[in-house]
Every structure is written in C-alpha cells, then in structure tokens.
C-alpha cells in the first residue's frame, strides 16, 4: 500500500510494551485536541479526544495527557500490538471555530 | 453504518488537465469538508460545507480549486488546471454538524474517507 509519509518521526517499539507519542501544539488558544491515526491506505480514523478543561482523558488501551503550560500532547498506547502499526497525527481547534489543525505526524513500528 | 465513501481511489493526470474527485458522507451528516495531505505531513483543509454553504474556504486555491455541494449530501473538488504541486492526497471527511457530539466524544468528530492518491506528472 502507499506510504502516507516517508520521512516522520519514528518511534520503534517492541510488541507488549507501552508506546508515548508526543506533539507539540501551536495556538495556546486552542480548548479543544485529537489524536489520529493512519494506516497506509487510509483516511485518518479518530482514536480519543480532550477539551483544554482536563489534563487526562483515558480510553480502551490509550491515554491522553495535556500540558498547557508547555503547549504539549501525548497519546500513551498500553500493551502495544501490531496493529497500532500507523502513523498518528494530533490535531488541535479553537473554540470559536471547528477547524482542525494537524500536527506532522509520528510513525509507530511495532516490533514483533 | 457505512463510513464517507470517496472515487476514484487513485488518478494520474499530466499538467494543465483537470480533475474531479467525488465524496459521499455519511448518512445524515451535516458538515463535509475537503482536505488536502501532502506526503509526509498532515491534511490541511481546504473548504468546509455546512449543508449546502461554504463554512470555510480560505485555504482553497480559487484560481484552480472549487468545490461544489449543491443538494447538501454529495460532494466534488475539482482541480483546473492542475499543478505539479497539487500531487497529493484528497480527503473528505464529514461530521454530524456543530455542536452535536457523539456519544462518548467531547466534539463534532470528523469521520474521513480513504482518500484520493492523486499523481500530476
């Protein structure tokens, strides 16, 4: 399949162990954040979301922690598994507007 | 429930030739949009239709792009005439509209489709 990006980040992980991927944010404006993620081939699919309200919002297997002080997102997926295999994008918007802005992207390999 | 459908998946044209991609959003979504990613960074938006109005085009290249939702469902991008620059991948994505999260979610959460590759030689 296509590649969506060739020169990313990469971030290697052995399968099982934990992965941390981190953005950096822009607008200190921003309420509102996203994480993505793309497989080869694919539209970005929405993992989980966090208002600027909260510093930690968990899901199935992912976490999302907020810095604002230091404008800094990161997504911690437990357990990680080939499938997280992806390129994973955060993205951020403001309140007055529901444009989103993508960051540029993290590759995650997960070693078997 | 059947996810934003897009077509083609892939198109190489030459130069100057003009092209049209084709989106159909998810069922009783409100807002489409059209994304533009260039290989190795993230989609950037190039317009956002609520219904059948434009929200947002300011990062659409009107001497070249447009864009059309005329019975509020289906979408086209048109590309005329095309550059080399253009190469990319299009992206549509649609939600339920503002201010109406899912379940579960915080936000209007945008759904994408698969994308078009496109490849101007």
């Known amino acids: 399949g296509e590649s969506v990006g060739l020169h990313l980040p990469t971030l290697s992980v052995q399968e099982g162990d934990n992965s941390i991927i981190n953005c950096a944010y822009s607008n200190s404006a921003s309420d509102y954040f996203i994480w993505y993620k793309q497989e080869s081939g694919k539209g970005p699919q929405f993992i989980i979301d966090?208002?600027?309200?909260?510093d930690k919002r968990q899901g199935q297997r992912v976490t999302v922690l907020l810095n604002k002080t230091v404008k800094h997102l990161s997504l911690q997926i437990a357990a990680t598994q080939p499938g997280d295999s992806a390129v994973y994008f955060c993205?951020?918007?403001?309140?007055?507007?529901?444009?989103?802005?993508f960051g540029s992207g993290t590759r995650l390999l997960v070693r078997p | 429930e059947a996810g934003v459908a897009q077509s083609p998946r892939y198109k190489i044209i030459e130069k100057r030739q003009s092209v049209a991609f084709w989106c159909n959003p998810i069922s009783g979504h409100a807002t489409l949009y059209w994304y533009q990613q260039i290989l190795g960074q993230g989609p950037k938006l190039l317009i956002q239709f609520q219904n059948n109005g434009v929200v947002d085009d300011s990062q659409l290249p009107k001497d070249r792009f447009s864009a059309e939702r005329l019975k509020g469902v289906d979408s086209t991008l048109k590309i005329q005439p095309a550059k080399l620059e253009d190469s990319a991948v299009y992206l549509c994505a649609s939600s339920l509209g503002p201010r109406r999260a899912a379940p579960g979610q915080n936000r209007d959460t945008q759904y994408f489709g698969p994308g078009t590759r496109l490849t101007v030689l």
């Open positions: 993205a951020e918007s403001g309140d007055s507007s529901y444009k989103l802005i």
């Open positions: 966090i208002r600027s309200n909260m």
